[in-house]
Structures are given as C-alpha cells and as structure tokens.
T-cell receptor, first 118, second 112 residues
Framework: GAVVSQHPSWVICKSGTSVKIECRSL??????MFWYRQFPKQSLMLMAT?????????EQGVEKDKFLINHASLTLSTLTVTSAHPEDSSFYIC??????????????FGPGTRLTVL | GENVEQHPSTLSVQEGDSAVIKCTYS??????FPWYKQELGKGPQLIID?????GEKKDQRIAVTLNKTAKHFSLHITETQPEDSAVYFC???????????FGKGTSLLVTP
C-alpha cells in the first residue's frame, strides 16, 4: 500500500519549452501533495505544497509563474515547468500525504523525474 | 523556521557492524521524525518514523531514538549489509502543514 507514481521518469527538452510532470497516489487519497527539487548530492528542497482544490503554497524563492502546480483530484497533482532553461535541470520528486486519520503526517514519495533541459 | 542538522555526512562501516546517524532539530513544535533511504536515481523510501510521544521504535535491524528535551533523534542500523549502502535522510515536521524539513543526508557505505 501507499504507492506514489510519477510520470515521466525522465525527460529531455529544449530550452524554452514547457514540461509537465504528473504525481499520482495509486492506492490512497492524498489531500496534500508536496513537490521537491533535488540537485546532485544534495538534500531535498521543498518547492511547494499542493492542496486538492486550492492554490498551491510556494516556498520562498520559488517562482509560482514558472512552476505551475495543479491538484485537481485527491490522487493527482501536476507540476509544469514553463519556459524551461538549463538551470531548471534537476531531479523533481513529489510526495503525498494520506488524508485518512491514521497517519496524517506520513509522506510517501514518488520515484522522481529527471529533467534535463538542453 | 525549522533547521535540521544531520551527522555524519559520510559513514563507512564493515559488513556486520552497526551504523548510527544523528540529527538535531530546532523547532520544539516538531512532533514527527521520519527517516528515508534513497538509492541513486530513485525517490526516498520511508524506512522508519517516530512521533514525539515515543522515545524509541524498532523494526528488525533498524531502530530510532528520540530525545525531545535535547531535540535530537538518531537512526541505528545493526548487522549492516552491503545493500544498506545508500543515502539516508532524517526529517522533521509539525502538525501545521506537515511539510518535511530534511537534513543534508548521510552517505552510508557498507563494505563486504
């Protein structure tokens, strides 16, 4: 149980294009999903918190117009990197928090998406 | 905001030995402390967690201890195996939003 998937697992795009990454909770409902970014040999940095049916909350320094987040259902959140540039190349990871009352603080992570912008 | 510090950054042990990774946190409101294992190119995998109403938790070869007064928690892995080699992250969160604050990670290498 508690499986989170991400699609695609890797993507290569040209500078200036937009890329959409999907995060799905497969066997539970997730009121909240989180998006992280991880550079090589570094820790995970929280980009934004996504709540189903409402606007995402972005961390300081994260451009909301560049990283568009949509959480349209209790099992799906999407991150769109708009007008991607080489400096956006990174490992993007989502996590989901189960909305049932048993363990509301537990987060389950997806396998990550490797984005390379040429 | 919350600041989580993790030590050591790298740890090398021989197979069969124990490994200990320590973390400290700054926000006294933090009440949830998970540990994640991340293998190269993969997402973090939850291996054990502890909440502030418990001092110790064990799951087979893995244990976590929590000292709320000192604001530190530790991961203990006994009888290490080469497949334990990975990067381990500690994290802390509060009931407000549940966002995780991660330590910088410990690269564990278990040599046969």
């Amino acid at each position: 149980g508690a499986v989170v998937s991400q699609h695609p697992s890797w993507v290569i795009c040209k500078s200036g294009t937009s890329v959409k990454i999907e995060c799905r909770s497969l066997d539970f409902q997730a009121t909240t999903m989180f998006w992280y970014r991880q550079f090589p040999k570094q820790s995970l940095m929280l980009m934004a918190t996504s709540n189903e049916g409402s606007k995402a909350t972005y961390e300081q320094g994260v451009e909301k117009d560049k990283f568009l987040i949509n959480h349209a259902s209790l099992t799906l959140s999407t991150l769109t990197v708009t007008s991607a540039h080489p400096e956006d190349s990174s490992f993007y990871i989502c996590s989901a928090r189960e909305s049932s009352g048993r363990a509301p603080d537990t987060q389950y992570f997806g396998p990550g998406t490797r984005l390379t912008v040429l | 905001g919350e600041n989580v510090e993790q030590h050591p950054s790298t740890l090398s042990v021989q197979e069969g030995d124990s490994a200990v990774i320590k973390c400290t946190y700054s926000d006294s409101a933090s009440n949830y402390f998970p540990w994640y294992k991340q293998e190269l190119g993969k997402g973090p995998q939850l291996i054990i967690d502890i909440r502030s109403n418990v001092g110790e938790k064990k799951d087979q070869r893995i244990a976590v201890t929590l000292n709320k007064t000192a604001k530190h928690f530790s991961l203990h892995i006994t009888e290490t195996q080469p497949e334990d080699s990975a990067v381990y992250f500690c994290a802390a969160s509060t009931n407000s939003g549940y966002a995780l604050n991660f330590g910088k990670g410990t690269s564990l290498l278990v040599t046969p």
